[in-house]
């Protein structure tokens, strides 16, 4: 059965663009891995996450969605388009007194039926990792390269799986089908069932010659740099996507895509919330009585803040723009200053003299 993307992310079918961005943004951070460590219900259910999003956050993909039950088109992976009865041969479901029940199960339920070429996707895994990034890095943005083990094209034959100058032949195995027959006895009588070809993995074709190196796959495993643009207004627990980045495809086909998680390493004076910073300061009594202009640490570097006579503890000033970038925008949040007053414990002499004639006007 296909999946329901908008059930995934617990939208309505009308959702908007930003819905379906604020429901991604939402799950993504309550079902992150480094939250659920050894969960496999929630790996599985943070995977679906990103792919739902995948699809609806593309307007492309997310009509092909909404007419046909998935983004492959009319019959394409993930079904959901309704039965059509068009592409199914019946005639191969009863051959003189044997019924084929596979071919028939497999028919109604997406397997590769009717006798055709047995259509296995090469397309390379993809793969995660993490990475930390400090606090003022995810507000600049930063170039990271880190190393990672995968699969990568066969440097040898070129993907192809082929030694030099060696043929693609077809397969002896299946003769070209991709899926081989297989026959036993039941109660029922002769009982065929249709399999991927081992040999070829499906694809009908095989090098005259494997390559040497690869021995045949047109890929070996290999730790390979990857370089990272992290966008300013990253924030922890968000997940970068880099296409083509995964395995690399068996014998040349598509590779993978690379998913990259980050975590931002909180920063000592400033806290983020959303995409607006805060922050506190402390100021003698007397500033706060009088008044005064304070130097306050912003992430975009120091600016001077006013202090208005008679500012009380715990009041909240807003330095408009002074917060983290807004991610893939021109916008920036806002900083918030939460003011401290600070008593002094111990007076001098004429400090002490000025505060009690100062009571005494105050009487």
């Known amino acids: 059965m296909p999946k329901d993307y908008y059930q995934i992310l617990g939208l309505e079918r009308s959702a908007s663009a930003d819905d379906i961005k ?24 943070f995977k679906e996450v990103n792919e739902a999003y995948e699809a609806l956050s593309d307007p492309k993909k997310r009509q092909t969605y909404d ?12 079904g959901g388009a309704g ?3 068009r592409g199914f041969d019946f005639s191969g479901f ?10 028939l199960f497999e028919s109604f339920f997406g ?16 793969r995660e990792v993490r990475i930390g990034i400090d606090f003022m890095e995810s507000v600049r943005g930063v170039e990271q390269t880190f190393q990672i083990k995968r699969l990568v094209q066969c440097d040898q034959c070129g993907g192809s799986g082929a030694e030099k100058n060696a043929k693609i032949i077809t397969c002896p195995d299946c003769g070209g089908t991709g899926q081989i027959t297989r026959t036993a006895q039941s109660f029922f009588g002769t009982v065929q069932q249709q399999v991927i070809c081992g040999k070829c993995r499906g694809s009908g074709k095989i090098p005259e010659k494997p390559c040497s190196k690869c021995d045949g796959e047109g890929r070996i495993q290999q730790s390979v740099p990857v370089k990272i643009q992290v966008p300013a207004g990253i924030d922890d627990g968000q997940t970068l996507r880099l296409r083509g980045e995964g395995d690399a495809g068996r014998r040349g086909a598509e590779s ?34 009088l008044g005064a202009e304070a130097s306050v640490e912003t992430v975009h570097g120091p600016v001077t803040l006013t202090i208005p006579a008679g500012t009380q503890p715990g009041q909240v000033m807003r330095i408009k723009g002074k917060g983290m970038p807004v991610l893939n925008s021109h916008k920036t949040g806002d900083q918030y200053v939460t003011v401290t007053v600070e008593v002094p414990t111990r007076l001098s002499r004429d400090e002490r003299r000025v505060v009690e004639e100062w009571r005494q006007l105050m009487n």
């Not at 990259?260 to 004076?269: G, L, W």
């Not at 402390?282 to 009585?289: E, L």
């Open 22 to 45: 604020k429901a991604y943004r939402k799950l993504s951070k309550e079902l992150h891995p480094d939250k659920h460590k050894g969960d496999k219900a929630a790996e599985t259910k």
């Open 67 to 78: 007419q046909f039950g998935s983004t492959g088109g009319p019959g394409g992976g993930g």
């Open 83 to 85: 039965f059509d009865p």
């Open 94 to 103: 009863a051959n003189g007194g044997r019924v084929d029940f596979s071919d």
């Open 111 to 126: 397997g590769q039926g009717g006798g055709g070429r047995a259509q296995r996707s090469e397309k390379g895994d993809d």
């Open 256 to 289: 993978g895509d690379l998913y990259v998680h980050v975590t931002v390493r909180p920063d000592a004076r400033f806290v983020r919330e959303g995409d607006d910073i805060k922050i506190a300061l402390t100021i003698p009594v007397v500033d706060a009585i």
